[in-house]
Each structure stands twice: as structure tokens, then as C-alpha cells.
């Protein structure tokens, strides 16, 4: 079993940065794909981006060039940063694993593991 925390959030002015965190905790974190996604008020839940077990990485085009997904498998920890901040961006943060071969990466329901979220606020 896999559990995922998430931190990192909070509030920040548009053009400003965070960094987002997932802490893994249980066994083979370097095997799975890490992904985050984000639900904004009255919105889907949407892939932001991913890292797989190789390194691979893709992002929704409207991050691109903004965040930069990586990971340290000897802390077993995903991070995002998130530049650039827009008010746009404004959503709860999900980190979530996948042990599969994450084909379908954007996909959620591909993902087994799901922290509790972490608030990112945007103010214009």
C-alpha cells in the first residue's frame, strides 16, 4: 500500500511561485508513475503532469514551461514547481501513483494512490 501526503500549498499573488511536495511512504517508489492533478470550484478533477519510473515527464500544455515536475526516489518525494502563478491555477492539488505502464497518463482512473490534496490559491 502506498500513501501520499501532500504539501506545499497556500496563497500567492499572480507571477509568483510555490512548491509543491508528495511524500510516499511504503514500498518500490521508484517503480511507480507520479502524477498530479488539480480540481478547481465546480470542476473536473485535470492531469497537470507526470513523472514516470524512468523519468519520462509530460505536462498539460496550459503549465508548460510554468512547472517543472521532478522526484527524488531516495526520499521518495514528488515535487511540482510552479511558476508564473495565475489566477487560473487556483485549484485543490493532487499527487497521485501509478504501478501500471501509466499509457494512459492524463487519465485519473489509471492512478491507484491519492494523497488528501493541498490548496493552491491564485489572487489577481
Known amino acids: 500500500q502506498v500513501q501520499l501526503v501532500e504539501s506545499g500549498g497556500g496563497l500567492v499573488q499572480a507571477g509568483g511561485s510555490l512548491r509543491l511536495s508528495c511524500a510516499a511512504s511504503?514500498?518500490?517508489?521508484?517503480?511507480?508513475?507520479m502524477g498530479w492533478f488539480r480540481q478547481a470550484p465546480g470542476k473536473e478533477r485535470e492531469f497537470v503532469s507526470v513523472i514516470n519510473w524512468s523519468g519520462v515527464i509530460y505536462y498539460t500544455e496550459s503549465v508548460k514551461g510554468r512547472f517543472t515536475i521532478s522526484r527524488d526516489n531516495a526520499k521518495n518525494t514528488v515535487y511540482l514547481q510552479m511558476n508564473s502563478l495565475k489566477p487560473e491555477d487556483t485549484a485543490v492539488y493532487y499527487c497521485?501513483?501509478?504501478?501500471?505502464?501509466?499509457?494512459?497518463?492524463?487519465?485519473?482512473?489509471?492512478?491507484?494512490?491519492w494523497g488528501q490534496g493541498t490548496q493552491v490559491t491564485v489572487s489577481s
Open positions: 511504503g514500498r518500490a517508489f521508484s517503480s511507480y508513475a
Open positions: 497521485a501513483a501509478d504501478g501500471g505502464n501509466n499509457r494512459r497518463y492524463s487519465d485519473s482512473h489509471v492512478y491507484e494512490h
